[in-house]
């Protein structure tokens, strides 16, 4: 025991950090936190870069020996026929049987898919025809404005775009949960298009509409996934091309997502990958309601994808309180 007798229980006091060590630590919490605020940035400037409807689009790099040649950039507005499209009829000759209850939204339905389609042209509409390019899942049908100038250049038309299920077998990067999803695409042509449901109501009830959507582009016939760009970009520019989506939900159960009664979300850009889902609301005033996805593809890329997934349509409440019922951004 006389060999202890130099050891003590008392702790020692801990060392103060020297100005160095200080530095040192102030400057890594520094470089975190603007990596972080660099980051958000990057997330917001690509998935929820808002479209104004009425302002010019910027025009990506084009052309090449693989696609179309270059749309001329003009000072006109990116939609043209959007005021128009408002004054359209919704209301198809044939009356729309709503649905008892939404159905399909996960898009896994093994029930046939339908040729159908509504569609729009400068004369008027809504016709509704069968094409064997139409192969919507169970519960949901397309509708397109074709002839009209297309959003992003005057020097092309829209047109038709065809519908369709990709598997997760064929590309697992398009398929947010389960064994497929939703496909809307284009060829060669910019188009714009809705893929809607109409379902039954209770009056008065507010009803919410979410799906997750997601757009992809190229003006080459290459597969997706070409390593050299990010996302699956234009191949031979690397350039990001504009998309946009918005969702909407009409009380009058129509088929043209810009009558004046279908309440919409803001325009969202999701490009290359899903991220957050965009959301509406609308307080149904009659037995059925429209839920629309609606695509502005405003070039004609030799390739112009869509993809959604998980969709979700549910009743939140007798009314409708923007303070509490918000639209999530991402």
């Known amino acids: 025991m006389s060999s202890m007798w130099w050891r003590s229980d008392k702790p020692k006091a801990p060392k103060n950090p020297t100005q160095s060590q200080v530095i040192a630590i102030s400057l890594l919490l520094s470089i975190l936190i603007l990596s972080l605020l660099l980051s958000y940035i990057s997330l917001t ?9 009425t ?4 025009y990506p790099s084009c052309g090449g020996p693989a696609g179309p040649p270059c749309p001329t ?57 069968a094409f064997g390019e139409t192969n919507s899942p169970y519960g949901w049908t397309p509708t397109y404005f074709t002839g009209f100038v297309c959003p992003g250049t005057p ?3 829209t047109g038709r775009p065809e519908t369709g299920l990709i598997a997760k077998s064929v590309d697992p990067t398009r398929v947010l949960s389960g064994t497929q999803a939703l496909k809307l695409f284009s060829f060669h042509r910019c188009h714009v298009a809705s893929i809607h449901q109409t379902f039954s109501t209770v009056p008065g009830l507010t009803y919410k509409f979410t799906i997750y959507p997601h757009a992809w582009s190229s003006n080459c016939s290459r597969l997706p996934h070409f ?4 996302l699956d970009w234009d191949c031979l520019t690397c350039m990001y091309p504009p998309h946009y989506f918005f969702a909407g939900l009409d009380p009058d159960a129509g088929v043209n997502p810009f009558s004046p009664s279908t309440k919409r979300s803001r325009p969202y850009s999701i490009y290359g990958q899903y991220a957050g889902p965009i959301t509406v609301f ?5 037995p059925a ?3 629309h996805l609606v695509s502005f593809d ?8 869509v993809y959604a997934d998980e969709a979700t349509i549910e009743p939140v409440g007798l009314y409708y309180w923007p303070i509490v019922f918000r639209e999530v951004s991402y």
């Open 282 to 286: 609308a307080t149904a005033t009659g």
């Open 227 to 230: 390593t050299l760009c990010p």
């Open 45 to 53: 400037t690509t998935f929820t870069s808002p479209l104004t409807l």
């Open 289 to 291: 309601m429209t839920a």
């Open 298 to 305: 405003p070039l004609p890329w030799r390739h112009n994808d």
């Open 155 to 157: 020097d092309y038309l």
């Open 73 to 129: 950039p003009t000072p006109t507005p990116s939609f043209l026929p959007l005021s128009l499209l408002s004054t359209f009829p919704s209301t198809p000759t044939l009356p729309i049987t709503p649905l008892p209850a939404p159905t399909n939204l996960d898009f896994e339905s093994s029930l046939p898919t339908s040729h159908y389609a509504y569609w729009y042209d400068p004369q008027g509409g809504p016709y509704l025809t």
């Open 55 to 58: 302002s010019p689009l910027s």
